[in-house]
């Protein structure tokens, strides 16, 4: 096809083709752009559309797909920022008493540390800590028990720590 061919086809094409997807997505200005892209498209694919039994399909075709990626980048665009890739957020530094409850489960065996912050930080029931950590109960009241004896014995009122602040 050359410049002549494709400019005759143009043409007779272009009204029809914006009319018809202007029918599909229902917004002239968007089907016009589609379709000129399409047709841009189709100019590097002409000696394809020479062989093609209908290049006006194959126009249509690419400009409804065309339609359809700005949509779809339109609605993604619009949905909230994930915050794994969103702008950094900023929280207040820790308090001084969060500070020494850390530092007092630092000091913890880790199967208490652990039972402790799963129980008491992530408000999970005794039954969903046993079944996380693997163990009966039992394990988990006991450590619960032994947990907060020695957390109370390495937290004073001198560290800031408010009564039952250690539960936060």
Same mark, same amino acid.
């Given at each position: 096809?050359?410049?002549?061919?494709?400019?005759?086809?143009?043409?007779?094409?272009?009204?029809?083709?914006?009319?018809?997807?202007?029918?599909?997505?229902?917004?002239?200005?968007?089907?016009?752009?589609?379709?000129?892209?399409?047709? *841009?498209?189709? +100019?590097?694919?002409? !000696?394809?559309?020479? #062989?093609?039994?209908?290049?006006?399909?194959?126009? &249509? /075709? @690419?400009?409804?797909?065309?339609? *359809?990626?700005? +949509?779809?980048?339109? !609605?993604?665009?619009? #949905?909230?920022?994930?915050?794994?890739?969103?702008? &950094? /957020? @900023?929280?207040?530094?820790?308090?001084?008493?969060?500070?020494?409850?850390? !530092?007092?489960?630092?000091?913890?065996?880790?199967?208490?540390?652990?039972?402790?912050?799963?129980?008491?930080?992530?408000?999970?029931?005794?039954?969903?800590?046993? !079944?996380?950590?693997?163990?009966?109960?039992?394990?988990?009241?006991?450590?619960?028990?032994?947990?907060?004896?020695?957390?109370?014995?390495?937290?004073?009122?001198?560290?800031?720590?408010?009564?039952?602040?250690?539960?936060?």
């Amino acid at each position: 096809m050359d410049e002549r061919e494709f400019d005759d086809f143009y043409a007779a094409s272009y009204p029809r083709v914006v009319a018809q997807l202007y029918a599909m997505i229902g917004n002239r200005d968007e089907a016009e752009e589609c379709v000129q892209e399409a047709f *841009v498209r189709a +100019w590097s694919h002409r !000696r394809k559309l020479e #062989r093609a039994e209908h290049p006006e399909a194959w126009v &249509r /075709t @690419t400009a409804h797909r065309l339609a *359809v990626s700005r +949509w779809r980048r339109t !609605r993604l665009a619009k #949905r909230p920022t994930d915050r794994a890739v969103g702008p &950094r /957020t @900023t929280t207040a530094p820790p308090t001084e008493s969060h500070v020494a409850l850390v !530092r007092a489960l630092e000091q913890l065996p880790e199967a208490q540390r652990h039972t402790l912050v799963l129980h008491h930080i992530a408000d999970l029931p005794v039954h969903e800590v046993a !079944r996380e950590l693997g163990v009966p109960e039992g394990t988990v009241k006991a450590r619960l028990s032994r947990g907060r004896a020695a957390l109370a014995a390495l937290l004073t009122d001198d560290d800031g720590l408010q009564e039952g602040a250690s539960h936060a």
